[in-house]
């Protein structure tokens, strides 16, 4: 019992850095992302760049404003997500499969968001 | 420049409210970007609800390191908020605008009244020092996770208001565990509608990323100033401007603004 709730507390501590680490990392993308946007001469409420994942790489190489703030979004929206699969990990070393089954049907529903984003698109 | 600039202070505002008074910044934000910067709507929305992830996924992570957070409490109702997300980012999409205003000015006039009237749920119960209690009624909450989760996704807020009254009054979980595990949904709850915004093209990136960066900033600052401030009379002042932002949004859904 004692080592089941330090392997919990464990995944707990795990998945805490998890979302401090991808908070802190996706506002570093925006915070550059925003500081080339205003080098470039372009106020934040001019149109914003339309979503291309294809085109993020190589507008980060071009150092162009819209690579780093649409990867920080991105970060920031896989984030809570990436919670999940760390708990999906955890809860099967603890061997909890209901925990295992609820985790999975979040990712589920996340993919039908996809699906349903991108129906409508 | 100059509106960048505006713009992260904007967002540094209301991270600083938000934490002082225990809102999140979807509140604020939607209005903000709406009235002050003549966004569109949805596109506030869309914003909101990246601006409503950072200060989830930043506070979450210290609940849970305070083991404050009820972490399979939080999994099992987030599965239903991220459904009824889902769903309320493909209606926000089907819904005019003056509808989505409307619906704001509504929830707005709520809290207004509520926080003028003191209303909100009291730490009645402390959390028991082993963190035992009995969760109840988890039937009757997932319904009511759902139409958080749908309420998020239309209006750009995290849905606290929703789920800790759910948590602590319904299902008997402690204020302080209901408060640290609605955070910890919030991040979940708002990245699923978020993902229908952004491949819908409601979220605009260079708005996105100085509001974002003041909010984070705004949170933090909030949470080292919350006990040399007196809340009250900011509570009072921020009961008069959402009067004022009610009043805007109310005449923005019939469409005289």
């Known amino acids: 019992m004692e080592s089941r709730r330090s392997l919990e507390a464990g995944l707990e501590g795990t998945i805490a850095r998890l979302l401090t680490a991808g908070t802190y990392g996706s506002i570093a993308l925006l915070l550059a992302g925003t500081a080339l946007l205003l080098l470039e001469g372009r106020s934040p409420l001019d149109l914003g760049p339309a979503f291309d994942p294809a085109a993020i790489p190589g507008e980060i190489l071009g150092l162009r404003s819209a690579g780093f703030l649409w990867l920080g979004i991105l970060g920031l929206i896989a984030t809570p997500s990436a919670r999940v699969v760390a708990a999906v990990i955890g809860y099967s070393r603890l061997g909890d499969t209901r925990m295992v089954a609820v985790a999975v049907l979040i990712l589920v529903v996340i993919v039908a968001g996809v699906v349903a984003g991108t129906a409508g698109g | ?257």
């Open chain 2, 1 to 257: 420049m100059e509106v960048g600039l505006l713009l992260l202070a904007g967002g540094v505002a209301a991270g600083v409210f938000g934490s002082l008074l225990g809102l999140g910044g979807g509140l604020l934000i939607v209005p903000l970007l709406t009235i002050g910067f003549g966004l569109p709507i949805r596109d506030a929305v869309g914003v909101s609800l990246v601006c409503v992830i950072v200060t989830s996924s930043a506070s979450a992570g210290v609940f849970l390191e305070r083991r404050q957070a009820n972490l399979r409490l939080g999994m099992i109702l987030e599965l239903f908020t991220a459904f009824g997300a889902v769903v309320g980012g493909v209606v926000a999409f089907l819904l005019d605008e003056r509808i989505l205003a409307g619906l704001f000015a509504i929830l707005i006039l709520y809290v207004a009244v509520s926080m003028g009237r003191g209303i909100r749920p009291r730490a009645t119960s402390r959390p028991p020092e082993d963190g035992s209690y009995e969760v109840k009624h988890l039937g009757p909450a997932t319904i009511g996770a759902v139409g958080a989760g749908v309420t998020s996704a239309l209006l750009g807020i995290g849905g606290g208001r929703v789920k800790v009254p759910l948590m602590h009054l319904l299902m008997g979980v402690p204020l302080r565990v209901a408060t640290a595990t609605s955070n910890l949904m919030i991040g979940i709850t708002a990245s699923a509608s978020a993902v229908v915004y952004l491949l819908r093209g409601g979220i605009d990136a260079n708005a996105a990323g100085p509001t974002a960066i003041g909010v984070f900033l705004g949170a933090r600052l909030g949470s080292r100033l919350g006990h040399r401030v007196d809340v009250r009379v900011l509570r009072v002042l921020f009961v008069a401007v959402l009067l004022y932002t009610a009043f805007e949004m109310a005449r923005r859904a019939i469409g005289a603004s």
